[in-house]
């Protein structure tokens, strides 16, 4: 392909995201260039030799040197490859008249506060919440909650901080645990909020779909077999395509849809969170982005396109509406962490990858380093992908290659400084 025609994307990125080798492979294989935008401080940047370093804490002085940026070098798109830049994408793609989602639709996306206000005004179906300064007394708002429910910050992913109580004791402990999470992100508890929701039953699916102008096109819509009732909500296995009855599967698109409109989302990749029971699908959470971790490469689509070709295609203008996930079974382990320490070491590898269907194990997390579960942790132990012809046949697989993997946690003995008064001697 001539050089002088060919696309180019910027990429954003922080240096630790588990998503970047997907997308850059991806853009190779389409012939795309890569330009990365990451969230580095200057002066790492200069050492790391980093082409555009950014601030992603600070958007508006990132959506400045990004326009500086591509005023010399153009990009056909803006893509933030977590959440992590969802916000500086969409204003980014604003200013510069690029295809992407208007900033308030990205923050609604990213604040779950002020995604609930939307989605309820809407009305589409949410759990009744309440929001509290992060600083509040929580013994005193207790008084104001309906149990169970389910404790959680505003801006965090992933499980961080989801917290069920189901009394005001749990609760006063949910949000003691849930304050130390935000401050550990870097925000202060005079600036953050915490979210209070009716804990609702039901099982939990997780929606993955493409919007064009406002129009969803499911791409896959995984089970999640294991019960997630609390009082930390972990994922681990995600198996698709669902088991559910076709009518149930429509209505959660047809949720999902729904809540993409009363957000403002309107182009490029959503991943949705619903939890179901007998009143029908309810939002838990509709992020403007891709799956996270390792989970995409499990789906194929069309005569082999991965998903993140699907998001780098549209996002330069080819029509991939109609693309269909190949047939069969597939899922995907996120490898749970029992308990807090040093992970000491990992072993049954070799036997786990022998299980019939397992396509493939991946380990993480680093030998001789803390690791941390949730709800303070942000991350896994790694990932196990399995293929069959139906989704129990899968399920079954990772469960039996799970069962072979032992690793070796230590207690982690932390140190701390102690100051020394002078002894007057």
């Not at 200013?95 to 506060?113: I, S, T, V």
């Not at 508890?189 to 979210?195: D, H, I």
């Not at 949720?255 to 409109?261: D, I, S, V, Y």
């Amino acid at each position: 392909m001539d050089r002088a025609n060919r696309k180019c994307v910027m990429l954003l990125i922080t240096p630790t995201s588990y998503r970047g080798g997907a997308f850059n492979a991806a853009a190779h294989r389409l012939a795309i260039d890569v330009v990365h935008g990451i969230d580095v401080p200057d002066t790492l940047s200069r050492e790391w030799d980093v082409e555009l370093p950014l601030d992603f804490s600070r958007p508006h002085v990132s959506t400045d040197r990004i326009a500086d940026f591509v005023a010399d070098h153009p990009v056909d798109a803006i893509i933030s490859v977590d959440d992590s830049a969802s916000i500086l994408a969409a204003m980014a793609t604003s200013r510069l008249g690029l295809p992407g989602n208007d900033p308030n639709a990205a923050l609604a996306a990213r604040d779950k506060h002020v995604m609930r206000r939307l989605l309820a005004e809407h009305g589409v179906p949410v759990p009744v919440f309440r929001a509290f300064p992060a600083y509040a007394d929580p013994l005193a708002t207790s008084t104001a909650i309906d149990f169970p429910c389910v404790v959680k910050p505003t801006l965090l992913s992933g499980s961080r901080g989801v917290i069920r109580a189901n009394d005001p004791d749990e609760f006063v402990q949910a949000v003691m645990r849930t304050r130390g999470v935000i401050h550990d992100d870097g925000e202060t508890l005079e600036s953050a909020t915490v979210l209070v929701e009716d804990f609702i039953p039901g099982f939990e699916v997780a929606l993955e779909g493409l919007l064009d102008a406002g129009e969803l096109q499911v791409l896959a819509l995984f089970d999640k077999p294991d019960p997630l009732d609390g009082p930390f909500f972990e994922e681990t296995i995600y198996v698709t395509p669902s088991r559910l009855p076709a009518d149930v599967q429509s209505a959660i698109a047809d949720c999902t849809r729904r809540a993409a409109e009363a957000l403002g989302l309107r182009e490029g990749p959503v991943h949705a969170e619903l939890r179901v029971n007998e009143q029908g699908p309810w939002i838990l959470e509709i992020a403007g982005r891709s799956i996270g971790g390792l989970c995409s490469t499990i789906l194929e689509f069309g005569t082999g396109y991965a998903l993140e070709e699907l998001i780098l295609m549209q996002a330069t203008g080819t029509r991939v509406r109609g693309m269909k996930r190949n047939a069969g079974a597939v899922g995907v382990m996120m490898i749970p962490i029992p308990s807090g320490g040093i992970l000491r070491s990992v072993s049954g590898i070799e036997e786990a990858n022998q299980v019939p269907g397992i396509t493939g194990i991946e380990i993480t997390a680093r030998v001789n380093h803390s690791i941390v579960p949730l709800p303070e942790g942000s991350s896994y132990l790694g990932f196990i992908f399995a293929r069959g012809t139906t989704p129990r046949e899968v399920e079954q697989s990772l469960r039996d290659a799970h069962d072979r993997l032992e690793f070796r946690i230590t207690p982690e003995i932390r140190l701390r400084t102690v100051a020394i008064g002078n002894s007057g001697r």
